[in-house]
């Protein structure tokens, strides 16, 4: 099936406020800001048609459930902060948090060369210079010492449950670090799930985002949980993805 014809820059800009009013993201409502999320969404869509990024490809979803959705965890970010996105895929949170916070450096990981290529590709076609790219496995960089705790904030949304993703992420962060693990409707759930990793990785939760996703159509719930990393991570983490995935901490 055909996509819509790409909407007119007036349209988007008029649905792009009245979204962002509406979640309490009036801030980034700038003409500059505005202008970037319009290319994106047209590079996003234009992509999407040869190679798979994403499932949401309307410009009122793409401001919902993707720039929104992102942007609620950007000001958890510290003033100059150095970013790790795990599993950055089509550059969700990579590209928005790059957009609106021109202070931090965030680096894109994921194991598809394919698609770091086209967060590069498009962070060059939106002229941010503060993302960088890093292709591979979380479990391997995980214990390369270019990598491992050198990041202020790691991240991860739609990635995997939380304590298979407690493991890829938290060697990443520096003692004192956070982790911000974005969630949906299981949260709670995972979050139960996790306590044992919790405690095998030296972190301990400091906040709860909780979020109400306002959309043309309704509401839907969200939650961030943001950790503090209190420990040095063991050298026993992260163990072989096998192991990780066969007997989850």
Same mark, same amino acid.
């Given at each position: ?123 060059? @076609? ?5 993302? %960088?790219? !890093? ?5 391997? +960089? &995980?214990?390369?010492? $270019?990598? *491992? ?35 949906? @409707? ?5 979050? %139960?799930? !996790? ?5 095998? +990785? &030296?972190?301990?939760? $400091?906040? *709860? ?35 990780? @995935?066969?007997?989850?901490?």
């Amino acid at each position: 099936m055909r996509r819509r014809p790409t909407m007119e820059k007036s349209e988007f800009f008029s649905i792009y406020k009245q979204m962002f009013a509406e979640n309490g993201l009036g801030r980034y409502t700038s003409e500059e800001v505005m202008e970037k999320f319009f290319l994106l969404a047209q590079i996003m869509r234009e992509t999407n048609e040869k190679m798979n990024i994403t499932a949401i490809t309307e410009e009122r979803e793409i401001i919902a459930r993707h720039y929104i959705d992102c942007l609620f965890a950007a000001e958890l970010l510290p003033a100059g902060a150095n970013v790790l996105d795990v599993g950055s895929g089509g550059g969700m949170p990579t590209l928005p948090f790059a957009i609106v916070r021109p202070d931090v450096t965030v680096t894109a990981l994921d194991a598809t060369a394919k698609k770091t290529a086209y967060i590069a590709d498009t962070a060059a @076609k939106l002229g941010l210079s503060n993302v %960088k790219i !890093a292709t591979g496995r979380a479990e391997e +960089l &995980g214990r390369d010492g $270019a990598y *491992r705790e050198k990041y202020d904030v790691v991240c991860a949304r739609a990635v995997a449950a939380l304590n298979i993703l407690l493991e890829w992420c938290v060697p990443f962060a520096k003692k004192g670090g956070l982790f911000i693990a974005m969630k949906g @409707k299981n949260a709670e759930e995972e979050l %139960k799930t !996790a306590q044992n990793a919790v405690k095998k +990785l &030296g972190i301990s939760l $400091a906040q *709860r985002q909780n979020i109400t996703l306002h959309e043309e159509n309704g509401t839907s719930t969200r939650e961030n949980f943001i950790f503090i990393k209190n420990e040095k991570t063991a050298m026993l983490y992260p163990r072989a993805n096998a192991q990780i @995935k066969k007997k989850p901490l």
